[in-house]
């Protein structure tokens, strides 16, 4: 039998195959890259470009209508860089409201109410269904139709919509500000007193008679004291130092209306407008979905069973319904935040100086388009890597506790 | 028995059902209900209020007759019309044999096709007469036929003859397609005979649709001409047939016990999945020309075709492996024990089972990427989204953005709709997810 097992042909041994095939996927895949790579060279030089990454310092040239401080003067690694902040600020924004407007329409789908719930899938079915692309430009077009400056649509004297964007007041640090930061301070340091305070009462003070096993350890007194206690004492100080200050510490300031437009308050440029409503209601159709699919994932048995030992409807939802939920819903809510960034993208269609219409502009104008690409790509990446890892540690903190789901 | 004839009769409980016993149930079961049912007719009273008044009183709808065609074949050239009209004919005569011999979901689809295309064919001739001005070729009816029509009255001889005229005539080519979707079904009746002949037309019409719509010799409609519904629902095809069994390679490719073959699956889709699709098309479409071999240049549809399938075969993959790591353990090692090599183990044991519980998810992906070939807008390629750019530009009709816009979302959305309640139909008919 020992002889037979070594007569195995090589070309039938397992071992053999596998190392075989390795190699041979590894060799193919090398004459691919050699392949395209000799093609890219000649196709490069066909069209006269070299391949360096100079080009970024030298001068842009283009302007930018909106973003961090920049100036056409400044280099093209500027420009991209400005582009990627404004991805990153639509993003951010686009999934707050996103988030916000998701959470509403998918409880409101569970309503018992059957209005409300036809109503709530009405929504999630059309603005699922159809392409965000339609969605952004019919909003960029519905943006350019609005009144001009001087006959603007004015929503409760502080939101005025017109054909140069959305008006929103700002709130900003007034005079009063500083004074009041010098209270924020002393409550914080407050708020370490009293939590460390609180702690070493309750571990030295108290309980000295319990086992060591069963006793609970002092960073644990500090996360149950941080709530119970520093936090409150945070927030008096924080109020009553808000009263206490003669000035007051913000300022709002509305829009008003001007020569040449609206002056003050912040202004959402149309672009900016439509790409954010577009995000913000595409992608919250679909956390709609993922927030009424995870709330209908709890086994109807824990509400029953929560009913059953007498918790009130308010208390089914907060103390066992929601804690169940929330670790079915990060995940899939997560990927909805990503393709949000992604989709950000589509603004090149419109005209919103994010980084991938950034960089379009750079290709145009330097020809690199392999190196802008490479760049773009990775950009992507590391917003996506950074937003991953971020829920991911969210997911983790919040299924750490026996959860087996 | 003493004690059945003791016990009382029970009523059995009030299960009266009627319109205010559903009322009381759903809209007003408790007081704060009651208030929020308040609020919601109000809002869709004025909602409603508003867009009825849009629609039928501001909108300007003439825009749609009149650009029907860009709409559905884009920049088509209107004399090779009738070689898609053949596509479809094939397409009908299929459809209609898979309707008569499988009957079930095939059949439905089919009638609801099929009412589609008789209500296009039986448009109230009123709306014609409406729009007179306006270019109709798309319904083959030539200018001074319509402006003829203003002048007969409904009910008079002349009237009748001319929807004869129109439908007979004019529509043939629709009217053709309908005859046949109803012949064939009823040939195909039955005769299971047929099936394996209708599986293999529906692989060939794949190409016979490619070779009809490029045409040939003095017939030849280049692919730049190709536009509207028409490529729309091509890319969405190619790329949703052609990214399936990539993704299936790629998502067994991750799970692969060979390190190799392992991280360059990982690689690529978590390269491709972190990327948006934009950028994918942009390599497609500036930067493959580069890696080309001399003079060879890929044609601009079929690169967009290529970065569509790229993209989608990972999400696929994704999707796959999920349904893969559904599969237990187990079934693998029996296969292997009863001696199925490792392509017979997956393609008859493994595949089977992971694709039925995933098929949600792959319809799922199928329709993200029918909404995402709009995408191709910014190539920019004439797809039905790049058809309203054409519209739109012209100065005649500015200002209806609205209108061209909430059509061609009306037609996505058609599509959308229909491929998701498809897959209920699926998996009710699988039984996914009862177990």
Redesign the interface.
């Given at each position: 039998m020992a002889e037979n097992s070594t007569n195995i042909p090589f070309y039938r041994d397992i071992r053999f195959l596998?190392v075989f095939?390795?190699?041979l996927?590894?060799i193919g895949?090398i004459l691919l890259a050699g392949?395209?790579y000799s093609?890219?060279l000649?196709?490069?030089s066909r069209?006269g470009i070299k391949l360096d990454w100079a080009f970024l310092k030298s001068e842009a040239g283009f302007g930018i209508s909106e973003g961090i401080d920049y100036d056409p003067s400044d280099s093209y690694l500027k420009a991209f860089w400005v582009g990627v902040v404004n991805t990153i600020r639509v993003s951010i924004v686009g999934i707050c409201c996103a988030t916000i407007i998701g959470f509403f329409f998918g409880i409101a789908r569970l309503?018992?109410?059957?209005?409300?719930q036809k109503?709530a899938a009405i929504y999630v079915?059309?603005f699922r269904?159809?392409?965000?692309?339609?969605?952004i430009?019919?909003w960029a077009?519905?943006i350019r139709?609005l009144p001009k400056a001087e006959n603007s649509i004015v929503i409760s004297d502080s939101i005025i919509l017109n054909v140069q964007g959305i008006y929103l007041p700002s709130f900003e640090p007034g005079t009063g500000f500083t004074t009041w930061s010098w209270y924020l301070l002393g409550g914080v340091i407050l708020a370490i007193i009293v939590v460390l305070g609180f702690a070493a009462f309750r571990h030295f003070g108290r309980d000295h008679e319990l086992q060591q096993i069963d006793r609970p350890s002092f960073i644990s007194h500090i996360i149950f004291g941080a709530k119970w206690t520093a936090a409150p004492t945070f927030l008096i100080v924080a109020i009553a130092g808000w009263f206490l200050t003669s000035e007051p510490p913000f300022v709002t300031t509305s829009p008003v209306l001007q020569r040449f437009g609206y002056v003050g308050g912040m202004n959402l440029s149309p672009e900016f407008s439509a790409l954010l409503i577009g995000l913000a209601v595409y992608t919250s159709a679909f956390i709609a979905e993922v927030v009424r699919s995870g709330i209908q994932a709890v086994v109807k048995g824990q509400r029953e069973a929560a009913r059953a030992v007498g918790l009130k409807e308010s208390q089914v939802l907060r103390l066992v319904v929601i804690p169940q939920a929330i670790p079915i819903i990060v995940p899939p809510l997560t990927s909805q935040f990503l393709n949000l960034t992604?989709?950000s993208?589509?603004a090149?269609?419109i005209g919103y100086p994010e980084l991938?219409q950034v960089g379009?502009t750079m290709?145009n104008q330097t020809g690199q388009?392999?190196p802008i690409?490479g760049m773009?790509?990775v950009s992507?990446?590391i917003m996506?890597?950074t937003t991953s890892v971020f829920m991911n540690w969210y997911n983790h903190r919040i299924t750490r506790f026996g959860q087996s789901r | 028995m003493d004690n059945l004839a003791v016990t009382q009769e029970v009523k059995p409980p009030n299960t009266k059902k009627g319109p205010v016993k559903w009322l009381k149930d759903?809209?007003l079961?408790?007081w704060y209900?009651a208030v929020?049912?308040c609020f919601?007719?109000v809002?869709?009273f004025l909602v409603f209020q508003g867009v009825f008044t849009w629609v039928f009183t501001q909108a300007k709808w003439q825009v749609i007759p009149a650009y029907l065609q860009v709409f559905l074949t884009g920049p088509y050239p209107k004399e090779q019309i009738w070689q898609i009209w053949i596509v479809l004919c094939t397409l009908s005569v299929l459809l209609g044999l898979s309707a008569g011999i499988w009957h079930g979901l095939v059949f439905k689809l089919s009638i609801a096709i099929a009412s589609i295309g008789l209500i296009s064919l039986l448009i109230p001739l009123e709306i014609v007469n409406s729009i007179a001005s306006i270019d109709l070729t798309f319904l083959f009816v030539p200018l001074e036929f319509v402006n003829k029509k203003i002048e007969t009255e409904p009910g008079t001889l002349e009237f009748n003859l001319n929807i004869i005229h129109l439908i007979f005539f004019k529509r043939r080519w629709l009217l053709g397609s309908l005859v046949l979707l109803v012949v064939t079904f009823f040939l195909g009746r039955n005769k299971h005979v047929l099936k394996q002949w209708v599986i293999g037309g529906w692989i060939l019409s794949f190409p016979w649709t490619m070779i009809m719509l490029h045409g040939f010799g003095e017939n030849t409609v280049s692919t730049t001409n190709w536009g509207g519904l028409l490529l729309t629902l091509i890319l969405a095809t190619v790329g949703i047939v052609a990214c399936f069994p990539l993704g299936v390679l790629l998502a067994l490719g991750r799970r692969s016990?060979?390190?190799?073959?392992k991280w360059?699956s990982t690689i690529y889709i978590e390269?491709v999945?972190?990327?948006?699709?934009?950028?994918i098309l942009?390599?497609g479409n500036?930067?493959l020309?580069?890696?080309?071999?001399?003079d060879f240049q890929l044609d601009k549809v079929i690169r967009a075709m290529i970065g569509l399938t790229l993209f989608s075969a990972a999400y696929m993959a994704e999707n796959v492996r999920g349904g893969l790591q559904a599969v237990p353990q187990g079934q693998v090692e029996a296969a292997q024990a009863v001696g199925l090599t490792y392509p017979k183990t997956m393609l008859f044991i493994v595949l089977p089972q992971a694709l039925r519980s995933v098929i949600p998810a792959i319809v799922g992906q199928f329709?993200a990427l029918f909404?995402?070939t709009?995408?191709v807008?910014?190539i920019p390629l004439f797809d039905l989204?790049g058809a309203?750019k054409s519209v739109l530009g012209n100065p005649k009709w500015q200002?209806l953005?609205?209108e061209v816009?909430?059509f061609?979302?009306v037609i996505?959305?058609a599509f959308?709709?229909a491929m998701?309640s498809v897959s209920q139909k699926i998996e009710a008919d699988l039984g996914v997810g009862k177990h």
């Open positions: 596998k095939f390795q190699i996927f590894v895949i392949f395209l093609n890219m000649n196709g490069l069209q309503s018992s109410n059957w209005l409300i109503i079915e059309c269904n159809i392409p965000l692309l339609l969605q430009l019919f077009a519905l139709s992604k989709n993208s589509l090149v269609a991938f379009e290709m388009s392999i690409i773009i790509m992507y990446l996506s890597l | 759903n809209l079961n408790t209900n929020l049912t919601a007719l809002f869709l016990q060979l390190p190799a073959i360059v390269t999945r972190g990327v948006p699709l934009i950028t942009f390599i500036i930067i020309p580069i890696f080309m071999p001399g329709i909404k995402d709009s995408l807008y910014i989204l309203t200002g953005q609205a816009y909430l061609v979302a996505y959305f959308t709709y998701s």
